[in-house]
């Protein structure tokens, strides 16, 4: 280790010792191979915190530059920042070279351009994503050398900030592109006040030697035209890296003309600035592979040795890097744990998966949460009103019309604010948007609108009667399908008892859902909703599960058999027959045709008597001589001879 580094180190060890907790500061150097697994166990079994950091620090005495670096870094990403400015001064410079390092194939060039940036490090356990890294380096291509803004978007936790510092740790890529060096800003939510202290900061590193000036600037204007004239004059070729950007008017204060790569959940944040834009989506779940790769990482285990509760970890959470990196790092220090957080992660229970990661956010409600805190307070209760939404369902526009009673322009306005901010997705089938949910958003809005959610379902009700009668929904109807599939979810989750039996026990709409959908889904749903539909009568349930049980093969079939005709052969006594007689009485008047078994009482096994009447008109029908049999034609081409007793 350099002498200087080395006396730095010596200078302020009584600070570092008092101040710091080992765990985390390890982890990292740990993942840039500076300390092994023996020497952090060496550590772990100090029996103080201040013993602890007194032996990793006798251990960095010992070591190289590389592991002061490590080190240094470690405090500016763990919280230690006023540490680190002590250790400042001494972080030794390491020689350019193309010769490659021990971890991971970088070379000391790229780790000292990076350190002095301020780059994050590679989290403790790592994986590759190529694929993107590629995209990003492509588009940073793109601007050629000139000012512009390459966007990283995408919801909480899909891995932006690791992506973006992945994308510049390359030699070749590094000194072709950016040979001024790398810049990193770690943005996040600011006021003005804030956003004056990073601008600050920023100019104090890019003029270390005070060159330029001998005070900080002391205003926003004073500091944006500061950091033009040293990203021009002195720092040309360079890039900047804003992380975690939230607000639009932040980046004006950084629209200087020069390169400027930033991660952010809200793609339209650069709509406010000049110069070539270029965006990068990152899709918010890993591969299977990758999760479990990840987890393999965290536990120490091979891919192929892992329980089946990460399989169904990984399924879950729809391969979230964020909750995938934070039940890890709670399995490496809990091995036993798999099957309870599983069950918490299946039960919601977002705040006990938690533990200080590589990401702001410690647990998984708190990284959901603040994207919808920052909402604009008028289209808030809008995304509450979101919180019905089922898994894996895609919601068409005209839907969300009714239920906020607004112009389809309205909506999509509000809509593509929350696609925009990464909390909603937007499936574009030509002229048709339909929008859903990511599976941990709809999990997490049902949580924290638990008492809520009856309400809401039944504004979901309320509404569609406002603008839809049942028997008038047609099949070219945008939204038509949606209410079939969850018009019997929302009235059974708003507790909407009586209105469910009277949909459920009613021959309109098992013709008009079963002509669409066929019969399981109803089936499914009579079993689902058993419990509501007991309460108003057993036996009036019971009738018309029956119904459908035994005439399900004929109410999938095309053409559609005549639903009345098939109630018909229902007993007497069932609400079914009632039901279809009553229906059958009113049609007569218009020249329909119904037969009705008189011998019924006589037959053991009703669910013989099926009849499949002619599907179109009648043109002719005659008895037979005894009076036993009749046969009919008509325009569906069909001869049928039936017998009548």
């Given at each position: 280790m350099d002498a200087k580094a080395r006396n730095c180190l010596l200078q302020h060890r009584e600070a570092l010792e008092r101040d710091i907790k080992t765990s985390y500061i390890m982890d990292h150097m740990i993942s840039d191979g500076v300390l092994t697994v023996l020497e952090e166990e060496k550590v772990k079994i100090e029996p103080t915190q201040q013993q602890r950091a007194a032996m990793l620090i006798k251990m960095i005495l010992k070591k190289d530059n590389y592991c002061y670096i490590s080190f240094y870094n470690a405090l500016?990403?763990?919280?230690?920042?006023?540490?680190?400015?002590?250790?400042?001064?001494?972080?030794?410079?390491?020689?350019?070279?193309?010769?490659?390092?021990?971890?991971?194939?970088?070379?000391?060039?790229?780790?000292?351009?990076?350190c002095e940036g301020g780059v994050p490090q590679r989290p403790v356990v790592f994986v590759t994503r190529k694929k993107l890294v590629n995209a990003i380096q492509q588009k940073l291509l793109k601007l050629n050398g000139e000012p512009g803004w390459v966007t990283i978007y995408g919801m909480a936790g899909c891995g932006k900030s690791v992506l973006a510092a992945e994308a510049v740790r390359d030699h070749s890529f590094l000194e072709g592109c950016f040979p001024g060096g790398v810049h990193w800003v770690s943005v996040g939510k600011q006021d003005k006040s804030g956003l004056l202290m990073k601008l600050q900061n920023l100019c104090a590193r890019l003029d270390q030697d005070n060159s330029f000036?001998?005070?900080?600037?002391?205003?926003?204007?004073?500091?944006?035209?500061?950091?033009?004239?040293?990203?021009?004059?002195?720092?040309?070729?360079?890039l900047l890296i804003l992380d975690d950007v939230w607000d639009p008017w932040v980046l004006k204060a950084f629209d200087n003309q020069c390169q400027i790569l930033l991660t952010t959940r809200d793609k339209s944040v650069t709509d406010s600035v000049m110069g070539p834009k270029y965006v990068v989506p990152v899709e918010s779940g890993l591969g299977k592979e990758k999760g479990l790769e990840i987890l393999s990482l965290f536990v120490n285990m091979k891919k192929a040795d892992l329980p089946e509760q990460a399989h169904s970890i990984i399924r879950e959470c729809k391969g979230s890097p964020l909750v995938v990196s934070l039940i890890g790092a709670l399995l490496r220090d809990f091995p036993n744990r798999w099957e309870y957080y599983l069950r918490q992660l299946q039960n919601k229970q977002f705040k006990r998966i938690r533990k200080s990661s590589f990401y702001d956010y410690e647990a998984l409600d708190e990284a959901m949460s603040i994207s919808v805190e920052m909402l604009r307070e008028d289209i808030k209760n809008y995304y509450t009103d979101l919180s019905i939404l089922q898994k894996d369902v895609k919601v068409p526009t005209k839907?969300?019309?009714?239920?906020?009673d607004m112009?389809?322009?309205?909506?999509?306005?509000?809509?593509?604010?929350?696609?925009n901010k990464s909390l909603l997705f937007c499936d574009r089938n030509g002229r048709s948007?339909?929008?859903?949910?990511?599976?941990l958003q709809v999990d997490f809005l049902t949580e924290k609108n638990r008492s809520q959610l009856q309400d809401l379902?039944?504004?979901?009700?309320?509404?569609?009667?406002?603008?839809?009668?049942l028997h008038r929904l047609s099949p070219d109807q945008e939204d038509c399908m949606y209410w079939y599939n969850f018009l019997a979810y929302h009235m059974a989750s708003a507790s909407m008892h009586k209105e469910l039996c009277a949909l459920m026990f009613s021959l309109d709409w098992i013709k008009a859902k079963t002509e669409l959908v066929g019969p399981a889904h109803l089936i499914h749903e009579f079993v689902e909703y058993r419990h509501i539909l007991d309460e108003k009568?057993?036996?009036?349930?019971?009738?018309?599960?029956?119904?459908?049980?035994?005439?399900?093969?004929?109410?999938?079939?095309?053409?559609?058999?005549?639903?009345?005709?098939?109630?018909?052969?229902?007993?007497?006594?069932?609400?079914?027959?009632?039901?279809?007689k009553l229906q059958a009485k009113q049609e007569v008047d218009s020249g329909m045709l119904y037969l009705e078994w008189i011998n019924k009482k006589n037959i053991e096994n009703l669910s013989r008597l099926v009849v499949r009447p002619h599907t179109d008109a009648v043109y002719h029908a005659c008895f037979s001589e005894d009076g036993q049999r009749i046969a009919s034609c008509g325009a569906d081409k069909t001869l049928q001879v039936k017998h009548t007793s």
């Amino acid at each position: 280790m350099d002498a200087k580094a080395r006396n730095c180190l010596l200078q302020h060890r009584e600070a570092l010792e008092r101040d710091i907790k080992t765990s985390y500061i390890m982890d990292h150097m740990i993942s840039d191979g500076v300390l092994t697994v023996l020497e952090e166990e060496k550590v772990k079994i100090e029996p103080t915190q201040q013993q602890r950091a007194a032996m990793l620090i006798k251990m960095i005495l010992k070591k190289d530059n590389y592991c002061y670096i490590s080190f240094y870094n470690a405090l500016l990403h763990e919280g230690y920042k006023d540490l680190a400015v002590l250790l400042h001064d001494g972080v030794p410079v390491v020689s350019s070279s193309n010769s490659k390092d021990s971890v991971g194939g970088i070379t000391s060039y790229v780790r000292t351009v990076l350190c002095e940036g301020g780059v994050p490090q590679r989290p403790v356990v790592f994986v590759t994503r190529k694929k993107l890294v590629n995209a990003i380096q492509q588009k940073l291509l793109k601007l050629n050398g000139e000012p512009g803004w390459v966007t990283i978007y995408g919801m909480a936790g899909c891995g932006k900030s690791v992506l973006a510092a992945e994308a510049v740790r390359d030699h070749s890529f590094l000194e072709g592109c950016f040979p001024g060096g790398v810049h990193w800003v770690s943005v996040g939510k600011q006021d003005k006040s804030g956003l004056l202290m990073k601008l600050q900061n920023l100019c104090a590193r890019l003029d270390q030697d005070n060159s330029f000036s001998q005070r900080l600037p002391l205003n926003i204007e004073e500091a944006k035209d500061r950091l033009r004239i040293l990203m021009l004059h002195k720092h040309p070729r360079s890039l900047l890296i804003l992380d975690d950007v939230w607000d639009p008017w932040v980046l004006k204060a950084f629209d200087n003309q020069c390169q400027i790569l930033l991660t952010t959940r809200d793609k339209s944040v650069t709509d406010s600035v000049m110069g070539p834009k270029y965006v990068v989506p990152v899709e918010s779940g890993l591969g299977k592979e990758k999760g479990l790769e990840i987890l393999s990482l965290f536990v120490n285990m091979k891919k192929a040795d892992l329980p089946e509760q990460a399989h169904s970890i990984i399924r879950e959470c729809k391969g979230s890097p964020l909750v995938v990196s934070l039940i890890g790092a709670l399995l490496r220090d809990f091995p036993n744990r798999w099957e309870y957080y599983l069950r918490q992660l299946q039960n919601k229970q977002f705040k006990r998966i938690r533990k200080s990661s590589f990401y702001d956010y410690e647990a998984l409600d708190e990284a959901m949460s603040i994207s919808v805190e920052m909402l604009r307070e008028d289209i808030k209760n809008y995304y509450t009103d979101l919180s019905i939404l089922q898994k894996d369902v895609k919601v068409p526009t005209k839907v969300l019309c009714i239920l906020w009673d607004m112009e389809t322009e309205e909506v999509e306005d509000i809509l593509q604010e929350f696609v925009n901010k990464s909390l909603l997705f937007c499936d574009r089938n030509g002229r048709s948007f339909h929008y859903y949910l990511h599976d941990l958003q709809v999990d997490f809005l049902t949580e924290k609108n638990r008492s809520q959610l009856q309400d809401l379902h039944k504004k979901m009700i309320t509404q569609f009667r406002r603008h839809h009668q049942l028997h008038r929904l047609s099949p070219d109807q945008e939204d038509c399908m949606y209410w079939y599939n969850f018009l019997a979810y929302h009235m059974a989750s708003a507790s909407m008892h009586k209105e469910l039996c009277a949909l459920m026990f009613s021959l309109d709409w098992i013709k008009a859902k079963t002509e669409l959908v066929g019969p399981a889904h109803l089936i499914h749903e009579f079993v689902e909703y058993r419990h509501i539909l007991d309460e108003k009568d057993y036996t009036v349930c019971e009738n018309f599960q029956e119904f459908l049980s035994l005439n399900g093969h004929l109410l999938g079939r095309q053409p559609f058999p005549n639903i009345v005709q098939l109630g018909l052969c229902e007993p007497e006594t069932s609400e079914v027959y009632q039901q279809a007689k009553l229906q059958a009485k009113q049609e007569v008047d218009s020249g329909m045709l119904y037969l009705e078994w008189i011998n019924k009482k006589n037959i053991e096994n009703l669910s013989r008597l099926v009849v499949r009447p002619h599907t179109d008109a009648v043109y002719h029908a005659c008895f037979s001589e005894d009076g036993q049999r009749i046969a009919s034609c008509g325009a569906d081409k069909t001869l049928q001879v039936k017998h009548t007793s």
